[in-house]
Structures are given as C-alpha cells and as structure tokens.
C-alpha cells in the first residue's frame, strides 16, 4: 500500500499541508521540535484512527482552532484507489470515512493501510509496564486478523465488568478474606469469567504464534544491525500456560476478590527480552535497546508484509539514527536502502543519515523541509 497525497489541517503545530509523496523514500528534515513527527502521525492516525503518542483525539488540534482534518490517497500494488477522511469538530465526535462513506465502527478500518512506526518512544516497551510489551504485540496481530480484534475487545468488556463486581465485593467487605458475596453476584461473575476464558484462551493462541513466528525474524534483523556482537532472545509467558484459563482465572477468585480486581488471565500476559541471557531492561545499553527495538519493528514488518499480501506495510522511521555508533548506523543505512521494504517515511534533524540511504537506494524519493509546522519539498528525482 503507498500514500500517494496527505492533505493536512490543523494537526498540531501544522496548520496547512499538501503532500505528494514518492512511492518509495519520503524523507523530512529540520530541527527538533518543527513538526517532522508529526507529518508520521498524521499518517499513523489514518492507519489507526488515533495519534501514536497522544489517544486524546482533542488534544492533536491546533491550539486556538475548532477542527482538524486529515485526508490520505492511497493505492495499491493492482492499482486500486483508496480515499481515506478523517475530520473532528471541538466537542464532536470524529468522523472516519473510506472513499466517502463513514464507518458504523472504527475497528473495521483496522489493517486497511498497515503501518509499522518506530520512534524514541518505543523505549518504553523495554522500560515500561507489561501492557507496552501486549500492545507491542496487539498492534500488529490486529491488522491482518479481525478475529483478534474481536477477540481483544470482547475479553475486554467481560474483565471490565468482572472487575466492576470484585471492585463492589471489595468494598462492600472491606477487603475482608471471609467476604462471601450473594450467589447473584457469583452467577454473574462466573459468565465474564468464562467470557473471559474463551476469548483469552483465543488471544493467548495467537499471540503465541505471533511470537513464535517473528522471533527468528528479530534475531536476524538484529545481528544485521549489531553485526552478531550480543545474543537476543524473546519469549512469551501466560497464564495460559499453567492450563485451562477458566480453571486459573476461578481457582484464586477469593485472591480477587480480596484485591477488588483480577489477577488473572491473558491481561498479564508478558513478553521476556533478554541480551546475552540477561533481561535487556537491566543489562542493555540505550545503543542496544534502540536497536532491539528497531529490529522488533522491522521483523514485525516482515511479518505483517507476509500477512496482508498486497498490502506492503507502510515503514514509519522516526528518529531512528539517535543514540547509535557509527556501524549500527551504517546497517541500518544498508537496510532500508534495499528491496525489501516498500513506501518508507523517515524523519531526521542531520541530513547526511538521509543522504547515506539516497546514494545507496536506486529508487525514487523525495525531501522535504520541516519549519514551525510549514512544510517544503527541496528536492525530489521523481519522473
């Protein structure tokens, strides 16, 4: 899938924009903070229908405006054309629309532009709390598989209201252990709880062979970019694995109901990283995270690429070159100059990173200068 036109209105710091893109390399350049990332996100909120770093639609508006509009012409590898809208008004829903006609539900857009976003911000999926790790995983799983999708959202909604009824017992009983709540309460709870075990054990399958399948993806991406230097490894661990999840989620049930939550099931899912058999968030360095991140997303990239046939990923590379020696930099360079990715989006305050991966690609690509959100086309070898 390529984007062939971005229309920008004001998304941020960028008030107005028209874009035309290469179908291959689109590079931005400027200073920090001008508004090269978010040109990224305004592609990314048309994959996703919400920004990458900030989930509170009303805050991606232009300060002192009432509205923002973005809206992306894409095509794919038969040639087909897709107009995708996206518009809000200050105290109104979003409107998504594809070729005119606006969604009933935004989970239906998932996976019709695939996007892979790497950006300083991954980091914390290596710092950060477990859910980084699962949404790490989520975000890719659920552009290709709707019943994932459906899965995510239904487990969803039974352990929201699972909790609503132990967070009620817990306060009724102070969070006494001989608390015994009425046998309504108990009926109801055992429906989320084997709502919860079917779609969970339905999400632990698929997240398993989502692993299972990108890891040896991920090593090779890695020693590329480290040149065989450190050893990596995944592994995903659930409570799946201990047997049937009905049985787990109902056997600490009195543990539950003394926490006013559950402690239990695919929610606590965890993703291991470890380098040279330590776990990464102790042991590596801000060179190696940032490049076991990169090579996550680009294995992820392989992966959706292989899933979603005519649709080649869009490659979001934000920042990327940041923290790195001089040899990761170069395979990197190396990477993304090849044949394997498609349309790519790369952002960077130095111009000679860009430069590198231009002499080295044979392919078309365009440069754009990024301003206080005005946004300028310097130089492009399109026919």
């Known amino acids: 899938m390529h984007l062939d036109k971005l229309s920008i209105t004001n998304f941020k710091n960028i008030a107005e924009a028209q874009l035309e893109f290469s179908q291959n390399i689109n590079c931005f350049v400027g200073n920090n903070g001008e508004g090269k990332t978010n040109v990224v996100d305004a592609i990314y909120f048309l994959s996703f229908c919400k920004s990458a770093f900030n989930h509170i639609d009303s805050q991606v508006m232009k300060h002192d405006q009432d509205f923002f509009m973005l809206q992306g012409q894409y095509s794919d590898s038969n040639g087909n054309l897709e107009d995708i809208y996206c518009g809000m008004q200050k105290g109104k829903k979003k409107h998504f629309k594809r070729n005119k006609k606006e969604y009933r539900r935004l989970s239906e857009h998932l996976g019709l532009a695939p996007v892979i976003l790497v950006a300083p911000s991954d980091v914390s999926v290596i710092e950060g709390a477990s859910d980084e790790r699962r949404h790490l995983i989520d975000v890719t799983v659920s552009q290709h598989d709707r019943e994932y999708v459906d899965a995510l959202a239904r487990y969803g909604k ?62 090779r991406y890695y020693n590329l970019i480290a ?88 490659l979001l590379l934000d920042d990327i070159f940041d923290k790195l020696d001089a040899h990761r930099v170069e395979q990197i360079v190396k990477l993304v100059s090849s044949d394997e990715f498609g349309q790519i989006f790369i952002t960077d305050t130095n111009r000679e990173h860009l430069d590198m991966i231009l002499k080295r690609s044979p392919y078309d690509y365009r440069i754009f200068h990024v301003a206080g959100g005005h946004i300028e086309c310097l130089e492009s070898n399109q026919n």
């Open 158 to 219: 039974a352990l929201q209201e699972r909790n609503v009824l132990l967070k009620k017992a817990c306060d009724e009983h102070g969070g006494h252990s001989a608390m015994c709540p009425d046998q309504s309460m108990i009926s109801l709870m055992e429906l989320y709880e084997e709502q919860m075990a079917a779609y969970g054990e339905v999400i632990f399958a698929k997240r398993n062979a989502f692993i299972e399948e990108i890891t040896p993806l991920f090593q």
């Open 227 to 314: 040149d065989n230097r450190e050893q990596v490894s995944l592994a995903y661990t659930s409570h799946c694995q201990r047997g049937p999840l009905l049985e787990t989620i109902q056997r600490d049930r009195l543990k539950d109901l003394i926490m006013g939550y559950s402690l239990h099931g695919v929610h606590r899912d965890e993703l291991e990283m470890t380098i040279g058999g330590y776990p990464l968030k102790k042991e590596g360095s801000q060179g190696q995270n940032k490049t076991f991140v990169l090579a996550l997303k680009l294995s992820q990239f392989e992966y959706l690429k292989g899933k979603t046939q005519q649709k080649t990923p869009i």
